[in-house]
């Protein structure tokens, strides 16, 4: 039986992007890969075509695919939208309706573009960074949340964190088990000082820990953490953190691996069906204009094909083909140095295609 991949390209780039995607995934069909794929609507332009950003077509076909590969959503023509029909409502209602719980999120320094990041090339030669992320939880899904008046009458607005024990066990098995694969220390970002939440997290994160006597397990505060990224970002393997926290600490180690376009990643459940996207997102400033980064993209589709389908090797292929393109010295604009030549989108697509080619 054929995979089934669900394509949502999403907003602005997102379409542009994807096509590239589509190029590697057809090469593969043409040589054997049993896979098909359609296309639905997710974010805004799910909104434009459905009324919805996560419309019910998508969550027929998402529930009955067997991996997702989306673009990015959101952008100024949905700003005025309200907060549930905004695109970003679209990305989180697919993560938690399908409870893609572990987000992974690598942050690779590659050699050929260590020109292009804005630390110098000692700090971050050989970086390689795993950050697993918590997805389906913490104030991103907290309740109560909303809009009320004070006794004294101003407007406020309040959010809920909260996390419960088994939503950190599971998360908290996952990384365990990624730092076995790797270098065997994890360290584990909360803010203990402070929140009850982080409290708990601890507690469970340590408890777990002790099924995995071979990991090192390390706990830092937030704050010190997105210091230490900057500061000496090598001393980290595996980081493991809530939702709020993963979010922000996974655009700052972006930056590590000099550009946001080309980080990949994929959003897991309880049997690794997943769903897959570039970190970045929508761009609009230069949606149109064919200048978008297909890499992150290609980058998440090895990822699709390593933890959803289990093919280690067509993952390992894309990511081989990935650095023999940027080994040539092919840039889109974001990873460019200034008077370095640039390609476009369809360019960068093209040659990583004759990449897996040779
Ligand atoms: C991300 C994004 C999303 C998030 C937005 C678009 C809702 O920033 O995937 O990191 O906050 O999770
Ligand atoms: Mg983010």
Redesign the pocket.
Known sequence: MNKKILILPGDYIGSEIMAEAVKVLALFKDEGEPIEWTFGHLGGAAYDAEGHPYPPSTQQAARAADAILMGA??GPKYDALPRELRP?RG??GIRKDLGLFANLRPALAYEALSAASSFKPEVIAGLDILILRELTGDI?FGEPRGRRTTADGHAEGYDTMHYSAPEVERIAHVAFQAAQKRSKRLCSVDKENVLETSRLWREVVTRVGAQYPDVALEHMYVDNAAMQLVKRPKQFDVIVTGNIFG?IL??EASMLAGSIGMLPSASLDVNNKGLYEP?H?SAPDIAGQGKANPLATLLSVAMMFKYSFDRADLSDRIEAAVQQVLDQGLRTGDIAQPGEPVIGTVAMGDAVVAALRR
């Open positions: 959503v959101g970003e990305i989180l991103y979010d996974s655009d970190i997102g």
